[in-house]
């Protein structure tokens, strides 16, 4: 019921940057953390970054320092600005929301996008 879906991968040269977005919509009461994951072929699923409500972000080790996670909770929307990319960058990137249903007794809810390539090379 919830739907994610995101936007802006691409192919970029190493060093080069992009931005990510994913846009929630949908029956939802509120949005609490909101974060993007990646998978590589052949490679599980990874956390890049979340965010919380509150602005509270959190980044996985290989990211920090060069990623930078963001959210409009008015759009119910968040942001991915990567810089300083690397080829091992290169994966399939989801977005990643929980939050409740404006439906109801207020069901927790888990969604996930399709997903977004970001291929780096050169």
């Known amino acids: 019921q919830v739907q994610l879906v995101e936007s802006g991968g691409g192919l970029v040269q190493p060093g080069g940057s992009l931005r990510l977005s994913c846009a929630a919509s949908?029956?939802?009461?509120?949005?609490?953390?909101m974060g993007w994951y990646r998978q590589a072929p052949g490679n599980q699923r990874e956390l890049v970054a979340t965010?919380?409500?509150?602005?509270?972000?959190n980044y996985g080790d290989s990211v920090k320092g060069r990623f930078t996670i963001s959210r409009d909770n008015a759009k119910n929307t968040v942001y991915l600005q990567m810089n300083s990319l690397k080829v091992e960058d290169t994966a399939v990137y989801y977005c990643?929301?929980?939050?409740?249903?404006?439906?109801?007794?207020?069901?927790?809810?888990?969604?996930w996008g399709q997903g977004t390539q970001v291929t780096v090379s050169s």
């Open positions: 949908g029956s939802i009461f509120r949005l609490d953390n």
């Open positions: 965010i919380t409500s509150g602005g509270s972000s």
């Open positions: 990643n929301a929980d939050g409740q249903h404006n439906i109801g007794y207020r069901l927790p809810f888990v969604s």
